[in-house]
Each structure stands twice: as C-alpha cells, then as structure tokens.
C-alpha cells in the first residue's frame, strides 16, 4: 500500500482521508480515483494505471439519490479483475466537496459536477457571454462547496484594455476579494498567469458555458491538441458541447484539473451558505432592516432599500439574489415533496411483498 499511497497522495489524496478509512478495508480492496464518468461506467486510476469500472449490485440499490453514485474526483474503495484491467467499485469515501447543480428542465434532482475540488475556475469569455448574474451562481455554488473560486477571463484579445479594467472593476466592485485572472489562447497573454496558478497535488474543475474556451485553455496548458475543440458560432458567441463527459487529466506540474460539459442551466438549492457567501452584503444589510421579516419591497426602515437609494448596492444585485432564493425554496420543497413520494412508493411495495409472501 506504501508506493500506492505515495502515488495516490501525489494524485490529490489527503493523509486525513487515509486516516478516516478502516485499515480493515484495505485489506478486501483498493484505493483509487474516479478520473472519467461515462454514461454507466467509470475510468478509474490507483497511480499507475487507469481501468474500466463499474459500481457493485449492493451499491446501487443502497443509492437514495444521485449523491450516492461516484462522481469524478470521487476517493472509492475497488476490486481489481483480468490483470488490473477491470474494477468493481464497492463504495465511495466521505468527500471534501462536492459540486452538484439541479439536473436541468423541470425534473427535480442532483446532477453530480464533480468532488474533492481544491479550486473552481469559473470561466467566462470576453464577448456577449459575460454575464455577471450567471457569475454569481457559479459563485454560489462553489462557495456552498467550500471551494475557493477564481474568476478566469477568456478571449481578452476581443477587448480593450479599458473596457477589460471596467469588467473587472464590475465584478470587484460586488467581490473585492474574488481572484480575476484574464487571459487569452489567441495571442500572448494571460495564460502562465494561469499556469502559476496550479499547484501540484491540488485539484481545480473548470466551470462555464459551451464556447468560452475551457477545453482549449486546457490544450494550451498541456502543451498540445490533445482533446477536441470545436469553433464558436461568430453570430451569437455560442459554442457547442465539445466535452461531453467529466474528466480528471493530471498536468505536467503535478496538479489535476477537471473539464466539465458546458452547462446552458445552471439552477441551485439547498445554497443558505453559498448565497450567504455569495452576497454577504446584502445578508448582512438585511440584518439591519427595522422589521424583522422585512421583504425589502417597500418597508419602513428597510436597510436594503437605503442602500440602493444610496448606489451601495444595485437593483440588478438584489434581484438575481431575490430570485435564486425563491427558486432555491422551490427546488428544495419539490426535492423533498419528491423523496417523500418515493419513501412512500418504497413502504407500499415492502407492504405488497409482504402479503404475497403471507398469503403462501
């Protein structure tokens, strides 16, 4: 386990997680990580090689919800077959962080992004993509993670240098203390102040719509066309899905970073800390309002509606904070409105099966 621990420790594993594990588990399985989630099945790696996978009987009926499925960047505990070129995953280890979102359309559930993340790159490009709404909930998520996020700003050639210091002044503005990192594929600039970035053994998960340019940011830091990229659309600034999976890739400097498909929804819940981090102004502003259930509309004494009326903070800022509250309470009522269902379904088939086998 020795050479395979030293190998894994280099690979993101923490000496506390090795510690919470059962030596006794060691002993039936092995140590590995999820570095490729395909649609029903895993690319796992224990340092030395990387193996098809698959998850155990007793695992999925177990599984509640998406949450207890491996993700990638999942620790899991494996059996190896056929001379290490096939493994059975057994069970996954507790995580550090975990990034998930609301699946998207009106289905409520989790779609797992990915776990045991160091660092969200949460990348937007310099043309019609930036959006500073769509920011903040990639903001959210990562700080109800625990994750610390980092802005990087791609396609800079496309701007000037003013119009570049007036976005980031914009976003700094709401988050003084948020890293922004521009730079560009294009043409030289920006991109080793990328690479300093990545620090050997951690992992980073790159965040952001189709086409801002996370699958090229990854071949130029690699070095080499090394994955597909496809071009943006001219007319709308759009790119189309080139990732169409999650994947672990482990760069030359001894950090790991995770490409993620775009994502074109992006709905959260079960967020209280996220938003609270997010828009900690704003929370704190509220705390100062004369009336305890103040719904900032209008109300004597609303320390909000002072604020915005001073230009401390803007309409836009309240109302995308006002409206992932509101479909955050939604999602998360409907999630559980959803289990209970399906608790009840489950106790009416134990009833069913229960009888049948009475009744013999």
């Known amino acids: 386990m020795k050479s395979i621990e030293q190998k894994l420790i280099r690979f993101g594993l923490s000496t506390d997680l090795i510690r919470s594990v059962d030596p006794k588990l060691f002993e039936q399985h092995e140590l590995a990580r999820v570095v490729v989630v395909h649609k029903d099945s895993y690319t796992i790696s224990n340092g030395e090689v990387e193996v098809l996978a698959e998850v155990v009987g007793k695992l999925m009926y177990n599984a509640s919800s998406a949450t207890d499925y491996p993700t990638v960047g999942d620790w899991v505990l494996v059996s190896f077959y056929d001379d290490t070129t096939f493994a059975i995953i057994h069970e996954v280890l507790p995580r550090t962080s975990l990034l998930k979102r609301k699946t998207a359309g009106k289905k409520i559930d989790f779609q797992l992004i990915a776990a045991n993340i160091d660092v969200a790159f949460i990348m937007q490009s310099l043309n019609e993509n930036f959006n500073i709404r769509r920011l903040e909930r990639y903001l959210v998520m990562s700080h109800e993670s625990n994750i610390k996020p980092v802005v990087l700003l791609s396609k800079s050639d496309l701007v000037s240098t003013q119009e570049l210091a007036e976005i980031i002044a914009e976003i700094q503005q709401v988050m003084p203390d948020l890293p922004v990192v521009a730079f560009s594929t294009e043409v030289a600039g920006g991109v080793d102040q990328v690479a300093r970035l ?163």
Do not use: W
């Open 198 to 360: 990545l620090e050997p053994a951690l992992t980073y998960c790159l965040l952001g719509s189709s086409g801002v340019g996370k699958t090229t940011l990854i071949n130029t830091l690699i070095g080499a066309a090394v994955y597909e990229t496809q071009t943006t659309s001219k007319k709308e600034s759009k790119g189309r899905h080139t990732t169409t999976h999650r994947q672990l890739i482990k760069l030359a400097s001894g950090a790991m970073i995770i490409d993620t498909p775009g994502m074109r929804e992006l709905g959260n819940f079960s967020i209280e800390t996220g938003l609270d981090d997010t828009f900690s102004e704003i929370v704190s502003l509220a705390e100062q309002c004369y009336f305890n259930d103040c719904s900032h509309s209008g109300e004597k004494g609303c320390a909000i509606a002072e604020a915005i009326e001073s230009g401390e903070i803007s309409v836009e800022r309240l109302a995308g904070y006002s409206k992932m509250v509101k479909e955050a309470q939604f999602h998360e009522m409907s999630y559980l409105e959803k289990k209970k269902r399906e608790k009840q379904f489950g106790k009416m088939c134990k009833t069913v099966m229960k009888n049948k086998h009475n009744m013999r």
